[in-house]
């Protein structure tokens, strides 16, 4: 089974309180994808990108384990292009500019072998595409994960709360729950997101951790306290990534592995954070993993 | 052995999203006290009030075991007062008023039954006057804990300093730790605020629960997500409460038992938050207390 991933393959302009980086890989499907591997040994990718887009970018990926025979290229066009400045407080940054390029006539065809997946992680993009990837399904995944952030909110909230509507799993950030759900509270939040379609919603607060909101249960997942994070761009979407990776392996929708989930979702986006664009996770080893998952633990744990 | 609180006992209006209430009970040292004596029997408390402050506050401190021969009483002159207003997100307030009234005059004696008490709880006030009271203490206390603020660095930095190098445990917020060390990263800001003194530094962090640096160790520690928060004030001073009474109960400064202690404490704050001024701990009981640790317990659980 491949966990399949749909989101943005694209370059970055970065801008952080330790440094700049030019033209770098990043885009959501990216990180998702890579992400995703280092837990669950298979994922497929559907995206769009330019002929600028490196080749041996995509040879690692394939080394890695993604298939990305659903990555259309188009030669004549450039990549989708995002420049983005980071504060002093890393949890706040300005885009600079954006220049959609391929992204502007992305219309995914899935390939037959992606169709029927059992693990369909909807990075955040348009929710129209979204849905076009849901409805090309064979069957209905087993879980269903959809990331989305408050600009879908502001432009196409109807359309947004039918791709939600057909959902497991929602990640979103506090404001944006409070947003789609018109509580304050994030208990009532969930709640009301609840009645929406997701049978989970998850609430990521970055440098503050997670939230877990199912089945009337509520896990409180930490984050890392990590003494420099060079680059926080991707730290959601490898979460995104490790927990559908995770999912994928375990087979399961409980909240026990919803729960483990994000514990694997949070070491994937902690490592990403300690270097710009994919520095750390080309890094990265089972072992290193491993022993960041027992660095969760031991952070949280204690007796009563 | 009793926990040593010194902070206010006040007056405070407050005005939050869910309503106002107007001239109730307040302070710090009110809520510091009335929390550790849920976790261990036994507080003495050093603060000033005027004639107005109601003896049948006094009278139901001291059914919880509080010992108020410490507070002093200017029969014709106002207590403390303090009015604030919550915005929408619980987290900020703005001060509407400030009256100091009789604690513009404090200068704290400690009665001779307190000097050998094993547990100091500094509340948030001038340095001054915690240090005053260190000096008091016969021998050196087991634990000493100290609450502070922003304004204090604002206003008295080298004093400020000068007491915490006097303590064990350090409580502050995150921007109050990047102040106090200049450090942005709060692992790098609590390497640099141990080699000021204290051996913890504990970062509140409110609805986002709370870290605790130490012996080169983090433990992070959850807030327990509420689905009500009619009134935030004294939330700081119930989880300090909790923490002191935990540790006088324990008798133990090891990293460990700072971390239960924590839990301990986020469990009072948790309560706290729940009703204005003391509403909800006055109707607090072991039961309820037992219930909401194990429901710490539970939120945070997770295998790997």
Known sequence: MSVL??????????????????????????????????????????????????????????????????????????????????????????????????????????????????VLMLGNLTPEIQIKVMDQMKKRPKVIILDTMNFWMDVAMDTLKEAISRVDILTINDEEARQLSGE????????????????????????HGALLFGEDKIFVAPALPIAQVKDPTGAGDCFAGGLSGYLAESGELSFEAVKTGIIYGSTMASYCVEEFSLGKLKQLDEMMIKERLQTFKDITSFSI
Chains 1, 2 share one sequence.
């Open 184 to 207: 304050y509270s994030l208990v009532n939040a969930a709640e009301a997101i609840h009645k929406m379609g997701p049978k989970y919603l998850i609430i990521k607060k970055g440098e």
């Open 5 to 118: 991933v749909v989101g943005t393959v694209a370059f970055d302009d970065i801008e952080t309180p330790f440094g700049r980086a030019e033209r770098v890989i990043g885009g959501a499907g990216t990180y998702i994808a890579w992400s995703s591997t280092f837990i669950h040994p298979s994922a497929n990718i559907v995206s769009i990108i330019g002929g600028d887009f490196p080749k041996e970018e995509l040879a690692m990926m394939n080394a890695r384990g993604i298939d990305t025979t659903g990555i259309e290229i188009v030669e004549d066009k450039k990549s989708f292009f995002w420049a983005g400045k980071y504060h002093d407080n890393m949890n706040k940054r300005d885009t600079i500019t954006t220049e959609l390029n391929v992204l502007a006539d992305f219309d995914p065809v899935l390939p037959e072998a992606y169709q029927d997946d059992e």
